[in-house]
Structures are given as structure tokens and as C-alpha cells.
């Protein structure tokens, strides 16, 4: 299991757009891919649950990666949220 933090860079936040981008990465790996905002966890696989956390602009999150693919998939993860997930 990997993890690491990251501040979201997007002026809106994770709204549909950037959450439906930061889904379809995830969904490229195997493993388990979560991210904790709050005290709540969110499946980064699931639209409605990145929705559902709420995540705005200057906060901070943190993913946990699960797998075989786990080193891959944060740093793929985290290179997508710091590059702005496409907006």
C-alpha cells in the first residue's frame, strides 16, 4: 500500500469535469485506489463518490493506492491532479 498527499489545483474544485478525468485514470490500474478528504474515503473509481466528497480548490487529499499496479497508479494519479486534470 502507497499514499500520498496532494492540494487540488483546480480553481472548482474535483466538480464533473475534472472527477470524471480523475475516474478514468484510476480505472486504468488494478488496484484499489481511494483518497481520504475529511475523514471521509472516497473511491477514486467512482464519479459519485469523488462528487460526493466535496473537494475544492486549495484542499488537500489524501490518495491510497492498493495492488500490483499501486506504485504506477498514485504516481500517475498525482501527476494528472498536479497538471490540473485537463482544465
Known amino acids: 500500500m502507497v499514499r500520498q ?25 488494478k488496484s484499489l485506489v481511494t483518497f481520504t478528504f475529511r475523514d471521509n474515503t472516497a473511491n ?13 480548490c486549495g484542499d488537500e487529499v489524501e490518495f491510497t493506492c492498493e495492488g500490483e499496479d499501486e506504485e504506477e497508479a498514485l504516481k500517475s494519479l498525482i ?7 485537463g482544465e
Open 5 to 29: 498527499k496532494v492540494v487540488i489545483k483546480n480553481p472548482t474544485g474535483l466538480h464533473l469535469r475534472p472527477a470524471g478525468i480523475l475516474c478514468k485514470e484510476a480505472m486504468k490500474f
Open 44 to 56: 477514486a473509481k467512482s464519479v459519485l463518490s469523488v462528487l460526493g466528497a466535496c473537494v475544492k
Open 79 to 85: 501527476g494528472a491532479i498536479e497538471s490540473g486534470l
